[in-house]
């Protein structure tokens, strides 16, 4: 039994992007399967997976990060400029209307998500080096994002800092510390092992269970505005990624990162946390502004298959290129 749930977990680490695009098309034709991944439920998978990461993690991971903090200045002060930059200017080059393009610069202006990290450990990039940058962002986001919201956009936005705070908590730094700590104590032990060697096909069970419920809560709303809109938001949103993708590399280059933390760097600053960007479409503009939270949506879920598709483009380049 073991032995076939790590080749399960193999196939599906080695795999991802199919599974999770398979399973963003299923529960777009059947929303009910995952209309139970919200709330609590959505936390707890969460959990699960950083806590899956924390695993992986060993006190060289942090000493190396220690020694280098100057990669996570960067990398905050490129997710938090050129995102909302690359987003204020498709909103003008697309000429989207006022809701959308609340929606795409409200993306734009938010920090790295939890999906970024677990996309770093799929890839085999710094997931140390992720996890902080996840953790410095999402700190800081309080009072960052609704000030660039309100330059962006041209609207205000109140941010629960606290509920921030306890938020990343729960979700990022009690699972991956128990994670972590655990490994410290029992890293060595046969058992262990064989339980670490199973997380990477449960991270991925669990970001398409998260995947498939994002869909569902925004099937209705992608089906009354039709395939036009969803077409055009759509585009604004793969550009906005992608650009976020090469601009982040370009910027590891710049800064003659190595190749780890060139994937996770890459990662970081084009996945923002686009589940908290439909929290606060939601709850701040979607009275005025009813469409505002559909680019915030489209984005939870692409940025998760987009994420999936890059790691596998990095695994696939480094197999290629060993002799």
């Not at 962006?152 to 991956?176: E, R």
């Not at 419920?213 to 099937?219: A, E, K, L, Y």
């Amino acid at each position: 039994m073991i032995n076939f749930l790590l080749r399960l977990s193999s196939l599906l680490s080695a795999h991802t992007s199919v599974f999770i695009i398979g399973i963003a098309a299923c529960s777009f034709l059947v929303p009910e399967l995952f209309s139970w991944v919200s709330g609590v439920r959505q936390t707890a998978i969460l959990g699960i997976i950083m806590f899956s990461m924390g695993m992986t993690l060993t006190t060289a991971d942090f000493r190396n990060l220690a020694a280098r903090p100057g990669c996570i200045v960067v990398g905050t002060v490129a997710q938090y400029t050129l995102m909302p930059l690359i987003a204020w200017t498709l909103t003008r080059i697309m000429n989207l209307d006022a809701s959308l393009s609340i929606g795409i610069v409200l993306v734009g202006c938010c920090p790295g998500g939890v999906s970024s990290n677990i996309m770093s450990f799929l890839c085999k990039g710094d997931v140390a080096f992720s996890v902080g940058m996840t953790t410095v962002s999402t700190l800081l986001s309080p009072v960052v994002t609704p000030l660039l919201v309100l330059w962006f956009a041209g609207q205000s936005v109140d941010v629960d800092a606290a509920g921030m705070f306890l938020n990343i908590l729960i979700v990022t730094l009690l699972p991956v510390t128990l994670g972590f700590g655990l490994n410290t104590l029992f890293g060595r032990k046969s058992g262990f092992e064989t339980a670490r060697r199973l997380m990477p096909g449960v991270s991925v069970i669990g970001l398409a269970c998260i995947v498939g419920g994002v869909i569902s809560s925004v099937h209705d709303q992608l089906i009354e505005h039709g395939r036009a809109l969803f077409g055009l938001t759509f585009a604004v949103v793969l550009c906005h990624n992608t650009l976020g993708y090469l601009l982040g590399y370009a910027a590891a280059l710049l800064f003659k990162m190595d190749t780890a933390r060139k994937r996770t760097l890459s990662i970081e600053v084009g996945m923002q946390n686009a589940g908290l960007a439909t929290n606060l479409a939601t709850n701040f503009f979607m009275a005025a502004n009813p469409l505002s939270v559909v680019p915030c949506a489209i984005s939870c879920a692409w940025h998760s298959i987009s994420g999936t598709l890059l790691a596998q483009l990095f695994i696939w380049n480094e197999r290629r290129r060993k002799p």
